[in-house]
């Protein structure tokens, strides 16, 4: 079995190096866009492992170092003289306002289930928003979303309209940095057939729902295209204003944006200098980081993860054993009243009774026995019975008073 699994996976590892892509085209940014200017070496880091529940952790702690402090005034709702009138007056104990000749006075107060009164628990702004994450862990983070930024099933099924592009991770020249106007930016997606994905984040705009509407946050949006960048020389006013797209640099590579709502699979536009510097930020499977220190990428445990594919190979088939059907025996039913055991299960106390009852045979048993007679009785003749008549008369003597 150990031969089996050794030689699927030599079979196995061979297979993925063959289909692995070592290298990326790089698009221009003419009428033309899908038309290959150069090529690139794809990064080490697009093949880290894909780990989703790491990305949602640290999503989840990332996104409360936004939040900004919250509470109520901690004078709310005991702005007032009240007291309690205490017992003996056929109300409730609560604190009740001073004073006459107003609605106000004798009604209820600071309590929370009183009108004008504080609230249960009051919030406090000292309370704990922020956390604090390990830097691994970030990382690690990192490398799943941008590993899962080039697989396009996981692109597609996080909504982005990917059909009409070359390929993915699609890497645009550097010349794109330079762009100022939105008409050129407009000009690229198009060209690159990723426009359809700025369409469809026009669509999804709405009003947002609740209290947000009134605190300038009005509309919601999908999210779009996010352009990755090295240097900005005017592209982030090219883009700024196209909805739902969004800019970053590089060297602030940021989680809440490559994996919005710890989601991954995020349509990234990378400029030709910014995909080729992840080599020097993560390094690959066999070379350090060289901006991060002591940083190496993290490996997969298996080469290839899918196990039902490796357990109904036919390499580790073909040395199992036939699958075991479980022998399924009826079920031999027992009268209780007849088995004792069984009786016993359903009535423990059945044994207690049984044992009374037996107890109470023998001492019966005992007082209805006569003992018996010795050799010697059985040897000793019978007395002859006197006659009645003689036995009356000498009853009658007894009785009858001595002169």
């Known amino acids: 079995l150990y031969k089996t699994f050794t030689t699927f996976f030599k079979k ?18 003419s ?9 690139t070496k794809l990064p080490g880091v697009f093949s880290a492992p894909i780990r989703n529940d790491i990305v949602k952790f640290v999503h989840t702690n990332i996104a409360k170092n936004k939040r900004q402090p919250y509470a109520v ?25 001073r004073g006459g000749g107003t609605h106000r006075s004798g009604q209820g107060a600071y309590g929370n289930m009183c009108r004008g009164g504080r609230m249960f628990a009051p919030t406090r702004i000292w309370r704990r928003w922020h956390r604090k994450v390990a830097v691994n862990q970030k990382r690690y983070a990192m490398t799943s979303a941008l590993a899962a930024s080039a ?25 794109v940095q330079t762009m100022e106007k939105t008409k050129q930016a407009v000009q690229l997606l198009k060209g690159l057939g990723a426009y359809s994905d700025v369409d469809k984040v026009k669509v999804t705009k709405k009003i947002r729902p609740g209290r947000g509407k009134a605190r300038n946050r009005r509309h919601k949006l999908r999210k779009g295209p ?3 960048y090295s240097k900005n020389k005017g592209v982030s006013r090219a883009f700024r204003n196209l909805p739902g797209v969004e800019m970053m640099s590089v060297d ?22 910014a995909f080729e510097k992840l080599d020097k930020l993560y390094g690959t499977q066999k070379k350090r980081s060289m901006l991060k220190k002591g940083y190496r990428l993290p490996r997969p445990m298996m080469t290839n993860a899918d196990v039902g594919r490796i357990i109904n190979s036919d390499e580790v088939q073909r040395v199992l054993r036939p699958k075991r059907l ?9 009268n209780p009243l007849k088995n004792d055991l069984v009786m016993f299960r359903l009535n423990p106390y059945a044994k207690t009774l049984k044992r009374k009852a037996i107890l109470a045979g023998l001492k019966q048993k005992t007082k209805t026995v006569k003992p018996k007679e010795t050799a010697e009785e059985k040897d000793k003749p019978a007395e002859p019975k006197k006659p009645e008549a003689a ?13």
């Open 12 to 29: 196995n590892l061979q297979l993925t190096e063959m289909t692995s892509r070592p290298m990326v085209g790089v698009y221009g940014v």
């Open 326 to 334: 479980p022998i399924k025996h009826p079920r031999l039913k027992k």
């Open 391 to 403: 036995e009356a008369k000498k009853k009658v003597e007894k009785e009858a008073p001595k002169k």
């Open 73 to 97: 005034s901690f004078k709310a709702g005991h702005q007032t003289s009240a007291e309690s009138w205490g017992t003996g007056r056929a109300v409730a104990r609560i604190p009740r306002v």
């Open 151 to 175: 697989l396009p099933a996981l692109v597609m099924s996080r909504g982005h309209r990917i059909q009409q592009i070359p390929e993915v991770p699609l890497v645009v020249s550097d010349d």
């Open 31 to 39: 009428e033309d866009a899908q038309q290959r200017v150069g090529q």
């Open 226 to 228: 996010l352009i990755i």
């Open 252 to 273: 602030r590579l940021n989680l809440l944006q490559l994996a919005p709502g710890a989601h991954l699979g995020r349509f990234c536009i990378w400029t030709q200098s």
